[in-house]
């Protein structure tokens, strides 16, 4: 694991209900997505989405994750409060994949491997062809007020107080 580079990029990031926040201040260049079928599970998808962080690069601003072990030694982190999948973590080794869209910016780290492709869906070839229905301005535009103004979601940066 000591092969993988280490680029000093500050990102954050947290749950959908705000309940857990944390900071990176570097990541491992190892932003991927896994199709395995633990993976499908733990993040209720068809693939996780994750990139790589030293363990002494996070800090968890605001509360403290929960823990599954999916094996003997794999924990896979969450908020208790709300479910949001977090991270992976191989309980031995120096770093741990927290979840892509977990992330403030989850564009930041644009995956570089696949990994998994036993599990993969047939069909995933042929994602980007499916059909598009538009953004939810469009396609939910009765609905698009009433979500905004009852939105429970933590916005996508740090809030000194939450709920605010
Ligand atoms: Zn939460
Ligand atoms: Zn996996």
């Not at 209900?17 to 599970?41: E, F, N, P, W």
């Not at 601003?61 to 999948?85: D, I, K, L, N, Y």
């Not at 741990?96 to 070839?125: C, I």
Request: aromatic fraction near 10%; proline fraction near 6%.
């Amino acid at each position: 694991m000591s092969d993988k580079s280490r680029l000093e990029v500050a990102a954050s990031g947290g749950c959908q209900c705000g309940a857990l926040r944390y900071h990176v201040s570097a990541v491992t260049d190892t932003s991927h997505i896994c199709h395995c079928r633990m993976c499908q599970k733990a993040v209720g998808s068809f693939f996780a989405a994750l990139f790589g962080v030293p363990k002494d690069a996070l800090v968890w601003t605001r509360g403290e994750p929960a823990r599954f072990m999916s094996s003997e030694h794999v924990a896979r982190g969450f908020c208790a409060q709300c479910g949001t999948p977090l991270f992976y973590e191989y309980m031995p080794g120096d770093d741990l994949a927290l979840t892509t869209g977990s992330l403030d910016d989850p564009a930041q780290f644009p995956p570089k491997d696949q990994f998994g492709l036993e599990a993969v869906m047939p069909w995933f070839g042929g994602i980007a062809d499916v059909r598009k229905a538009g953004a939810t301005e469009e396609t939910m535009a009765e609905f698009v007020g009433g979500i905004r103004a009852s939105n429970h979601q933590h916005p996508d940066h740090d809030t000194d107080h939450w709920p605010a």
